[in-house]
């Protein structure tokens, strides 16, 4: 079946430190792979997408690149804020599986001042 | 609606008490999915609705769960006989499947048993 795998965390970094967050995955079709970012006492709500290889997700100063020849989807930001300070997810949407959705463990990261 | 919603967004309960916990989806949307995040865990599957197919309830932990989607729309999940151990914050999110899209996420309901 499908599963997604990232970095255990935390990580802390300091303020304007480079993040990578990494992230790979196993589907038994072609799928849509997501981030998901969870402020705390909030739900997750989306961060990027990219639904075909090669594809780059960005938003709010994150990217992540779908790399089907070695089947992840980092997470980087080249500068963090304190105000990134959250849970992590990478996920994946995949049709061939019965579920058709499926999360990685989340990571924890928190950024110091 | 313009998002997911779910209800109550705070529940406290006695242990043994039956609870329920609501969610109204994204109109049109035919999934729905309940997940389970203990304190400073990750996403813990519980069941799965897709449109007028039977559920996966494979992720249900206990017999004390169950969980209902009435009309392809307003979904609940049954907590009887609470246990400490129930306690988490009970997700909900919901994802039209006619395309490669995302799930949108409710902002939860944090169960705590007493």
């Known amino acids: 079946g499908d599963s997604v795998t990232q970095m255990e965390g935390p990580v802390t970094l300091s303020e304007e430190a480079f993040l990578t967050i990494n992230c790979t995955y196993t589907?038994?079709?072609?799928?849509?792979l997501f981030w998901y970012v969870q402020y705390p006492g909030e739900g997750l709500q989306l961060l990027l997408k990219a639904t075909k290889a090669d594809d780059k997700g960005s938003n709010k100063g994150f990217e992540a690149t779908y790399r089907k020849e070695t089947t992840s989807f980092h997470l980087e930001k080249g500068s963090v804020q304190v105000s990134d300070s959250a849970v992590y997810f990478c996920?994946?949407?995949?049709?061939?599986?019965?579920?058709?959705?499926?999360f990685g463990s989340g990571t924890q990261l928190t950024v110091l001042p | 609606g313009a998002g997911v919603s779910q209800s109550p967004s705070n529940k406290v309960t006695e242990k043994g008490k039956d609870v329920e916990l609501r969610c109204d989806p994204i109109s049109g949307h035919t999934a729905l999915y309940w997940y389970r995040q203990s304190l400073g865990q990750g996403l813990e599957f519980l069941i799965y609705f897709q449109g007028n197919s039977a559920p996966d309830k494979s992720g249900l932990p206990s017999d004390r769960f169950s969980a209902e989607r009435t009309g392809g729309s307003v979904s609940t999940l049954t907590i009887q006989r609470t246990q400490q151990e129930d306690s988490a914050v009970y997700l909900c999110?919901?994802?039209?499947?006619?395309?490669?899209?995302?799930?949108?996420f409710g902002q939860g309901t944090r169960l705590t048993v007493v």
């Open positions: 996920a994946l949407s995949d049709r061939g599986s019965a579920r058709q959705l499926t």
């Open positions: 589907a038994t079709g072609y799928p849509s």
């Open positions: 999110a919901s994802r039209d499947t006619g395309g490669f899209t995302e799930a949108f």
